[in-house]
């Protein structure tokens, strides 16, 4: 019965060649897809393993402190501290820091918008006379806000280190011809230094540095904190790189003075040998008149940017020389204001939801916008009536913010992001020296817990950042801890958020006077929901190729016994045994079936890749089912009823019922394969460009992404092309006759594409509406799905118009 067999196939060896080729692929496209997807899947969580976890796992803040837009989208802002009231005292923090399963704790309190040290400009020593205008300016990078109204003064003359001979009515002149810097306001919060340094590897420990007792600086705050009724000092560490635009803006008109200095002098009572400036209060302002009628010979405008030499609170004097460049003072000169007990506080912004479109409106139009209430704090010393003020801030030192650039997860601290916010156009979008803008503006400085208390109040803190004790690895035990950890503080009655697993995300905001912009935002449970989706498909995908390779099986092999009908009837005539039949045409499948399988596997060990022990079994298991429906088709016999009446319509398609059922069978699963396929490439690169952490897995895991869209472009190219080769070897008799009596190649071709047409239509329509129904249970958008759906059946249309083209001919 062997060697029969062998003899047969050899007699029919193009067709042995086709079948063995077409099962050769399924045995090496359905591992390949297989392989691919438990890659990926083992890749990715292998990432999220790595990178799922930031500086800290679970963000509590006090009860119902969750914004709008937190509970709506599960979104966080970067600097989600800045304008919070408090709500937690410094005993519920120590409560929680002393937990065993705790390993770091770190609090923060949002304090306000403070000044700082304030210092002045010195404005250039000209060589003629002239009148100098001069008016500060803040920038949000689109527009340039004004601080300060239009001030000026005249000058006549002057000699560096000594007086100059000017006039101003201004009250910020200072000191020679010093004026004074705008006020600033930055953003302070309160930390523990040591926890904070644990949770971001930046050093606080300046902040509890005494000044040096023979220092200038000590002398100085001895001095303002008498001054001011022995305040209490509020330490400052500023950040060091952090800057906050501001320009000066320069107008001098050179003038062509009819009178000359001295003259002036004689008619306004002032000795010739005393400066000009020292007129009497009544007559300053008929002279300030008189000089503005001075003819002008020219005049010049410049702007000087002055961000990098003004720092959060402290200050820095400068110089503007002739040529109107900018010079970093002596340490000493200029002069100093430190008036740090008036602060403000916002609110927090109210961000709107408008069909999924976060929205944010201005609450006061000015000079800039007002996007938050900004609500004035605290009093002015100088308000005062006894000159008194509770507490005075200096800089102790400075620290720099760890750099978070290559960070995939995103623990958002909330005083430390500098991600930038830019207009459709790529335009940068920068906070101002006003409070109220709409960006999150980082921490400009830190001070102490106490210290937030001494401003604040008993509950000063905002929000504690908890990283879980024991865990080396983002895996599902270590969600289960953080979970367990989470919910015992959420009983507690705090408001409770995991932000483990999350990942930076770039979110589009419409903003009233700007338009729509690009904002940072942290989602929270990035990690979870890639996982999830991830799973979802990993288990669809392994379902769908094993029912292709089954099915595409059982296709076959139904072509294959039907081909042999009459070959089986004649041997049957000679004597054949129905038996001995059945062993031989099951012979011949499973030789074939076999040197498949063993070719697949050296193809497989070829390709370089590096297959699991489960690859392996499962092409041992699909084999033996391979076998098994062997077994089963060439069991049952095919028959042939005897019509009676004429078909109506679609006679072809009645006729040859028993080829295009299965031709649709493989038809329908080829096209969900390659829909859901697809749909889940295009959506996981869509959801790359949504966060850190989805991009770098979506990276990881391409090859395999493309390993598994191959593999099902294969696995349906060889399926489509084997069934329309089994219709056509069946018919190839009827368009032989067909050609005989007269019909072209085009004719016959096009009958047969109608056909075609009519049933494979029905086919893709059926398998389009059961990837629609995997699409929806996945979650996955309806547009992704329609434009693959429409895709593959456009591929679909040429492959079959290509094997048409080429099978029909004569």
Known sequence: MMGFAWKRLWNRKLNSIFIFLAMLCMFTFVPLGINFTQESTVTLNETIEQYGRGSYDILVRPKDSRTYIEKSVGIVEENYIGDG???????????????????????????????????????????????????????????????????????????????????????????????????????????????????????????????????????????????????????????????????????????????????????????????????????????????????????????????????????????????????????????????????????????????????????????????????????????????????????????????????????????????????????????????????????????????????????????????????????????????????????????????????????????????????????????????????????????LFTLFGLIWLSSRLVYERNALFLENEILYKLGWDKSNIYIRNCTEQIIILTFSILCSLVVLRLTGIGFSSFVYLFELILYLFAIVIVFIIFRKDKTKKKRIKAYKRFSAIYHYWSLIIPTGIVLIVSSIVMVTQMVNIIETFSKSNETTLGAFAANVTLIFQVGILIASIGLTMMSISDAIHSILQERKDEFQMYFVIGWNQKTIRRHFSKEVIQWGGVSLLFGGFISLVIIVLTKMPLITFLYSFVSINVILFILFTIIIRKKISF
């Open 85 to 543: 009231s408090g709500g937690i005292s410094l005993k519920q923090w120590e409560e929680i820091k002393n937990r065993n399963d705790i390993e770091v704790a770190a609090p923060v309190a949002s304090i306000g918008y403070f000044s700082g040290n304030r210092t002045s400009i010195e404005l250039p020593l000209l060589e003629y006379p002239a009148r100098i205008t001069w008016q500060f300016y803040t920038s949000d990078g689109l527009n340039k806000y004004p601080l300060t109204d239009q001030e000026n003064l005249t000058y006549f003359e002057g000699e560096p280190l000594n007086y100059r001979e000017l006039i101003s009515t201004s009250p910020n002149m200072t000191g020679f011809m010093g004026i004074k810097m705008p006020l600033n306001y930055y953003l302070l919060t309160g930390i523990d230094p040591e926890s904070e340094g644990k949770l971001t590897g930046i050093d606080f420990s300046n902040i509890y540095i005494e000044l040096d007792k023979n220092s200038s600086d000590q002398m100085i705050v001895e001095d303002l904190l008498k001054l001011k009724g022995d305040a209490e000092l509020v330490p400052v560490l500023k950040r060091n790189d952090l800057h906050i635009p501001l320009n000066l803006e320069l107008k001098v008109d050179r003038l062509n003075l009819t009178h000359s200095l001295e003259e002036f002098k004689q008619m306004y009572g002032i000795p010739v040998e005393e400066p000009i400036f020292i007129i009497e209060p009544d007559k300053i302002f008929e002279l300030e008149e008189q000089l503005n009628q001075e003819p002008i010979i020219d005049s010049q405008t410049v702007l000087i940017d002055l961000s990098s030499y003004q720092s959060p609170f402290d200050g820095t004097f400068v110089q503007i020389t002739k040529d109107y460049q900018v010079e970093k003072g002596k340490d000493g000169e200029g002069h100093l204001f430190n008036d740090t007990a008036l602060f403000y506080t916002a609110s927090k912004i109210n961000y709107q939801l408008d069909q999924n479109q976060i929205t944010v409106k201005k609450v006061k139009d000015g000079q800039p916008p007002l996007y938050k209430d900004v609500y004035q704090k605290g009093e002015s010393y100088l308000q005062n009536p006894d000159l008194k003020a509770p507490f005075m801030l200096w800089q102790m030192g400075t620290y720099t913010p760890v750099s978070n650039e290559t960070n995939l997860a995103s623990s958002p601290l909330g005083i430390y992001s500098t991600e930038e916010v830019h207009t459709q156009d790529g335009t940068k979008i920068t906070p101002t020296t006003v409070p109220g803008s709409f960006i999150a503006t980082p921490a400009a400085g830190v001070t102490t817990l106490e210290a937030a208390q001494l401003i604040k109040g008993d509950k000063p803190i905002d929000a504690i950042r908890i990283r879980v004790a024991g865990i080396d690895s983002y895996n599902k035990e270590a969600q289960e801890k953080i979970e367990n950890v989470a919910t015992d503080l959420f009983k507690q009655g705090f408001e409770v958020d995991i932000v483990a697993g999350s990942s930076f995300k770039k979110l589009n905001m419409d903003v009233e006077g700007y338009g729509l912009v690009t904002s940072p935002w942290t989602t929270l449970g990035i990690a979870q929901s890639l996982q999830a989706g991830w799973n979802k498909m990993t288990l669809i995908t392994t379902i």
